[in-house]
């Protein structure tokens, strides 16, 4: 079973750059994708951007504008969020998700696994 801790949650000014990581453990099939979702109180959990753990293919949400980058470190069962350039609109809490997609990686029922969140807040 695979398990996720995520971190480099923060405050940081607009304009201002963060860093998410997480970390897992477990196996994983080559076929899983891992992905960030982003939720703010009273709305739906919001797909972030996903990358293919065997392929490195990468799909990004409308809303960053071209702001994050995901990346990964196979060696180190690590994958990453680089977030630049930040905006108040960005708040909100950072999941970590894996899945086995069959249709989409949009889809936050394709993901099986989840981290606990991690809170970012940027203020103006």
């Known amino acids: 079973q695979v398990q996720l801790a995520e971190s480099g949650g923060g405050k940081v000014q607009a304009g201002g750059s963060l860093r998410l990581s997480c970390g897992f453990s477990?196996?994983?099939?080559?076929?899983?994708?891992m992905a960030w979702f982003r939720q703010t109180p009273g709305k739906e959990r919001e797909f972030v951007a996903s990358?293919?753990?065997?392929?490195?293919?990468?799909y990004y949400a409308d809303s960053p504008e071209g702001r994050f980058t995901i990346s990964k470190d196979s060696a180190n069962n690590t994958v990453y969020l680089q977030m630049n350039s930040l905006k108040p609109e960005d708040t909100a809490v950072y999941y970590c998700?894996?899945?086995?997609?069959?249709?989409?990686?949009?889809?936050?029922?394709?993901?099986?696994?989840w981290g606990q969140g991690t809170q970012v807040t940027v203020s103006s």
């Open positions: 998700a894996a899945g086995y997609i069959l249709e989409s990686y949009y889809y936050i029922k394709e993901y099986d696994y």
């Open positions: 477990g196996r994983t099939a080559s076929t899983y994708a």
């Open positions: 990358i293919g753990w065997s392929d490195s293919t990468v």
